[in-house]
């Protein structure tokens, strides 16, 4: 049982690539985050999906795009990167209440130069 | 929407005393506040939750209050150690259903010093 895993842990990028984080998980949870982590300023909930084919929108959405591929997979996309994406990011599934605790994954630290 | 206060953002205390983090929130909707810790370099991981119909809970050296008139909730460690040293995060949760909004507050750096 791995829980929630994301893939890559590191990527360093170019202003103005593209480039998809990867998240699944083996819960069977319906519903599943993504978060940036900035210096200062907690978790900020970019993108979320109440189950398998729905998605909306969060704290941050701009610069980003997702995908719920089925119930275990969830992707963030983000089309043309720029410096102030850097980030750590962390996907996250949600038990069903109660307690409706969140298993967030390993994090992916994202640098664009 | 919901905005969620924390204070401090640093704590730092020696080993064995008592440490308490302190969060506010806006919604009255609110019905769920979990607190997370995390430790360098690694994922959030849940410590405790308090549900708005409960006052306190209370897990081992570990308790969170919850005051609703006041709109606001507290982590408190008692008897700290050194691996109590992390980040902690206070939540607001809201909604119903399936899916529930969770917001953040912004962290406290706590540090136990031995």
């Known amino acids: 049982n791995a829980g929630v895993t994301q893939t890559p842990k590191f990527q360093v990028l170019k202003t103005g690539q593209s480039m998809t984080l990867q998240c699944a998980q083996d819960m069977n949870h319906n519903s599943m985050y993504w978060y940036r982590q900035d210096p200062g300023m907690g978790l900020r909930l970019i993108y979320y999906s109440a189950s398998e084919g729905t998605t909306d929108k969060g704290e941050v959405p701009n610069g980003y795009n997702v995908s719920r591929l089925n119930k275990r997979e969830f992707s963030l996309r983000l089309e043309s990167a720029a410096p102030s994406q850097t980030s750590v990011y962390f996907c996250a599934s949600r038990a069903p209440e109660p307690p409706g605790e969140l298993f967030f994954g390993e994090g992916s630290r994202l640098t664009v130069l | 929407g919901e905005n969620v206060e924390q204070h401090p953002s640093t704590l730092s205390v020696q080993e064995g005393d008592s440490a308490v983090i302190k969060c506010t929130y806006s919604d009255s909707a609110s019905n769920y506040f979990p607190w997370y810790k995390q430790e360098l370099g690694k994922r959030p991981q849940l410590i405790i939750d308090i549900r708005s119909n409960v006052g306190e809970k209370k897990d081992q050296r570990i308790a969170v209050t919850l005051n609703k008139t006041a709109k606001h909730f507290s982590l408190h460690i008692t008897e700290t150690q050194p691996e109590d040293s992390a980040v902690y995060f206070c939540?607001?949760?809201?909604?119903?259903?399936?899916?529930?909004?969770?917001?953040f507050g912004t962290g406290t750096k706590l540090q136990v010093i031995p």
């Open positions: 939540a607001a949760s809201t909604g119903a259903g399936g899916y529930q909004k969770v917001t």
